[in-house]
């Protein structure tokens, strides 16, 4: 069974920081990717950043602010956010895909942690 345990959210100033860590724990696949997906109230989920084998993804509110890596060994990954705005309030998720591309994807979710930007 695979989990996801989500953690590093939290309240922060406008222009703070904080790092979110997600850490994945079961049988884990080579063929994945994890990413980060954030939840508004009252809004829609959407994609904060995706890391591939090959390369990044991210939306393009938080390009140039957030960046993300993953410690394959640990199969964990992080969301370094920067420059915190109030517009970044939101619940963040940790997403991982397994088999991505084939008929065999499974896709888990973190529980989900609180980020709120405000003075």
């Known amino acids: 069974q695979v989990q996801l345990v989500e953690s590093g959210g939290g309240l922060v100033q406008p222009g703070g920081s904080l790092r979110l860590s997600c850490a994945a724990s079961?049988?884990?696949?080579?063929?994945?990717?994890m990413g980060w997906y954030r939840q508004a109230p009252g809004k829609q989920r959407e994609l904060v950043a995706t890391?591939?084998?090959?390369?990044?993804n991210y939306a393009d509110s938080v390009k140039g602010r957030f960046t993300i890596s993953r410690d394959n060994a640990k199969n964990t990954v992080y969301l370094q956010m920067n420059s915190l705005k109030p517009e970044d309030t939101a619940v963040y998720y940790c997403?991982?895909?397994?088999?991505?591309?084939?008929?065999?994807?499974?896709?888990?979710w973190g529980q989900g942690t609180q980020v709120t930007v405000s003075s």
């Open positions: 997403n991982l895909v397994l088999r991505p591309y084939t008929n065999m994807r499974r896709d888990y």
């Open positions: 079961g049988s884990i696949p080579s063929s994945n990717y």
């Open positions: 890391m591939y084998s090959d390369g990044t």
